[in-house]
Structure formats: structure tokens, C-alpha cells
């Protein structure tokens, strides 16, 4: 298991910095990097045409540019590419925008064409429920992506808040990596 805190990362357009150097990922994952682009800063990122790039919004606003398409988002909120998209992301608001983006293998054949993905990490769509895998409390989470909404062995991408005093289970996954982001309060991980 590896951790880092968000804070201690620094990094700029148009190289971002590498949340987790030297590590080897076991499965399709090629990069995690952390991006901050300054107020009227915009970077050009060239997709690897093996690759699904994928962002997450930590903070401020950016605005998108890829091919015919145009949006602009504020965070927290999630965006996907296509595969081998040429894109440009500038910071579209006035205080910095941090993102941290994962590139994705594929895993053999030619990807399905499929539209550009966005979401807001909106609170207000959770659902509160027992929590799981035999973890004590509550749980709230929303299902944002899932395995038909990638083209790399990417599995899924969730959002979820645990209650004060709250847990997940002990549970295990074949052949898959998991990255947690916590974007408020503290809390234990046990492996």
C-alpha cells in the first residue's frame, strides 16, 4: 500500500507531477499525476493512443477542449477522454485548478469510439445505506462510471462518504487495484 498526502504534491502545467514515483503498477494503470494550473494557464496533453486518460477535478474550475467538443466544469467533479484524444485543459476560473490524472492501458484490440465523459462529485446524489462488506455504520455512495462506460480494463469509479464511526469490511479484489482519494475528514485503511 502506498499513500501520499494531496497538499505535499506541487506540480505545474504543462508536466504534471507524479503522485507515486518509481511505482510499478500491477495492472493497466501507466501514470497518476497531480496537475495545478494557475489562473489563465492552459496545457496541451498528448493521449497515448494506447491509453484512456481520465481526470479528477480536486478544486477550481477548467475548461476542456478536445476534439469537437468543448465544456468547462467546476470541482470536485470527474472527466474521461476518448482514447488518443489531443486535448487542452486550461484553468478557466480565477484561483488555481488541482487535478490529478490516471492513464489507463488497453488491453489488446481497438477501443469502441465513445463520447467524452463528465460528472460533478455532487453530494446530493448519494444514497445512504447500511455499510458494506460487513462494515459497521453508514455509507452513502453513488456508482458515477462502470466497466461499460471504459474502454481499458478500468473496472469503476465510485463515489462514497462514510458516517462518523462508520467502516467498510475486509474484502478483496481479484486482479484489481484500488486508489482512494479522500477529499475531506481522516480516517484508517487497513491492509
Known amino acids: 500500500m502506498h499513500h501520499v498526502r494531496l497538499s505535499s504534491l506541487s506540480g ?44 479528477l477535478l480536486l478544486e477550481g474550475a477548467v475548461a476542456l477542449t478536445g476534439p469537437e467538443l468543448e465544456t468547462q466544469i467546476e470541482g470536485p467533479a470527474v472527466l474521461l477522454c476518448g482514447v488518443g484524444w489531443q486535448h ?3 484553468n478557466a476560473g480565477k484561483t488555481p485548478a488541482r487535478l490529478l490524472r490516471l492513464s489507463a492501458e488497453l488491453q489488446g484490440g481497438t477501443p469502441a ?20 462488506h460487513g462494515g459497521i455504520g453508514q455509507i452513502a455512495t453513488r456508482h458515477i462510471w462502470g466497466l461499460e462506460d471504459f474502454c481499458s480494463p478500468w473496472a469503476f469509479l465510485d463515489h ?3 458516517a462518523p464511526r462508520s467502516s467498510l469490511g475486509y474484502h478483496y479484489h481479484h486482479a484489481l487495484e484500488e486508489c482512494f482519494v479522500v477529499l475531506g475528514g481522516q480516517g484508517y485503511l487497513t491492509l
Open 160 to 162: 462514497a462518504v462514510l
Open 12 to 55: 505545474s502545467a504543462p508536466a504534471g507531477t507524479p503522485v507515486f514515483p518509481g511505482l510499478e503498477p500491477a495492472t493497466a494503470w501507466r501514470e497518476l499525476e497531480y496537475l495545478a494550473l494557475s489562473a489563465g494557464t492552459r496545457c496541451e496533453i498528448a493521449a497515448a493512443a494506447d491509453c484512456e486518460v481520465g481526470y
Open 113 to 132: 469510439a465513445r463520447a467524452f465523459l463528465a460528472e460533478s462529485v455532487d453530494p446530493a446524489q448519494l444514497k445512504w445505506r447500511p455499510s458494506i
Open 88 to 90: 487542452t485543459l486550461a
